[in-house]
């Protein structure tokens, strides 16, 4: 029987991976035949109207890190009372458990489902153990990460229902918040395979957008935002030793940030500025081109659950080379899809992303394996199901 869902999100429409995760379980679960609303921060959803069939309610959201977000998730409660007095809304699903014990939503009837990216614990674990600490919102995090860690244990011991995003994300959880591990489901993020595909003639977009030539250059590309706990400076020690052996190695940077920090480390480092580019925050819609314009794509990170960039590039039959960190060793298959390297060890990341340049029959096969696993275990359509069933059990 179709339900009747609303969603909550600040990121929607996409411009992270939760906005990501949510814009794209709106589309499948509307697909399935329920009906859907989503409620998004009112700065992210300027000039946006019904998305298919989507109904979406804009709801004011400032730019201020963390802060922002907690007045979203902690005034959330009043607009979802609302909905389900003229909506009948049955199931609140939310990714951010940092705010909202204040207030209950299970007296008026909805049950209240929470997808955990991961925890605030082991994020500032690993920002204070890598010393990684490099954005406001990291620094917000860290400063206030015992009050956070409490918000977010009472937030996911209330809630009807826990989606972990991976198993490494479940033994977080329960570690650290003793949580009744029967309430807790792993289902992974997913990827839309037909829009995350190999692209045809994705190298003249690049070349005519960014002036970057694809053809000529080895791309060593980059997604994520520009904060510590991606562990860029990693990527940025290797660089020195990969372009040596490599001579037309070229290295892309895509995500928000300040660039500045990391561009002068580049300097430092004696890479020539011919050799890179940071393009900034790029629209999810350009995405599948530039991941089909790479060589390999990595991902350095101190800290991950399972993320959104790594299954869009392999999705884009893009190789990987990524800290064997997190959940990561449930997405990469060391050696078929990509290759792990201890995080914050340059070396091994150097040499692992070389045996990918320089080896283009493992660089093919790795391309289709990539592309074989997002098929079979992360493809949207089966995600979404995984969650619809989840739903049947609370309703």
Not at 84 to 97: M, V
Not at 155 to 179: F, G, H, P, Y
Not at 368 to 384: N, Q, T
Request: proline share 3%; with cysteine.
């Amino acid at each position: 029987m179709p339900s009747r869902i609303c969603l909550a999100e600040t990121e929607f429409p996409s411009w992270g991976g939760y906005g990501a995760y949510v814009e794209n379980l709106a589309t499948e679960l509307t697909k399935q035949g329920n009906e859907v609303h989503v409620i998004c921060g009112q700065s992210r959803c300027l000039g946006l109207h019904e998305k298919d069939t989507v109904h979406v309610h804009t709801k004011f959201r400032g730019d201020l890190p963390v802060i922002s977000t907690l007045y979203f998730e902690t005034s959330l409660g009043k607009k979802v009372k609302e909905l389900k007095k003229e909506f009948d809304i049955q199931i609140l699903h939310r990714n951010s458990p940092q705010a909202g014990p204040q207030w209950s939503l299970s007296d008026e009837g909805i049950t209240e489902v929470i997808t955990s990216h991961g925890t605030t614990n082991a994020l500032v674990t690993s920002l204070i153990r890598k010393k990684a600490i490099s954005s406001t919102s990291e620094f917000l995090e860290t400063f206030f990460s015992h009050v956070l860690a409490k918000m977010e244990r009472d937030v996911l011991r209330k809630c009807d229902q826990v989606i972990a995003v991976s198993e490494w994300t479940r033994s977080c959880i329960l570690n650290m918040m003793k949580i009744d591990p029967v309430k807790i489901k792993v289902v992974y993020n997913g990827v839309s395979i037909d829009k995350f595909s190999r692209v045809k003639g994705a190298e003249e977009f690049f070349l005519k957008e960014y002036k970057i030539d694809a053809i000529a250059n080895k791309i060593v590309l980059f997604v994520g935002r520009l904060h510590g706990v991606k562990g860029i400076k990693t990527l940025i020690r290797a660089i020195p030793r990969i372009i040596r052996e490599v001579p037309d190695a070229f290295f892309v940077f895509v995500g928000r940030g300040n660039a500045t920090i990391y561009k002068r480390l580049l300097h430092e480092a004696g890479v020539n500025a011919l050799r890179y580019a940071f393009l900034g925050h790029v629209a999810h819609n350009y995405l599948p081109m530039i991941y089909s314009c790479a060589d390999v794509c990595v991902l350095p990170s101190y800290y991950e659950n399972c993320p959104t960039s790594l299954l869009e590039a392999m999705s884009c039959a893009c190789p990987s080379v990524a800290s064997n960190i997190g959940g990561i060793d449930e997405i990469v298959d060391n050696g078929r899809t990509g290759y792990f390297f201890e995080p914050g060890n340059e070396g091994e990341l150097a040499t692992k992303v070389l045996m990918i340049l320089k080896d283009e029959r493992l660089s093919k096969n790795m391309s289709k394996a990539s592309r074989e696993v997002v098929v079979e275990k992360f493809e949207w359509g089966s995600i979404a199901k995984q969650i619809i069933e989840i739903y049947k059990t609370l309703l």
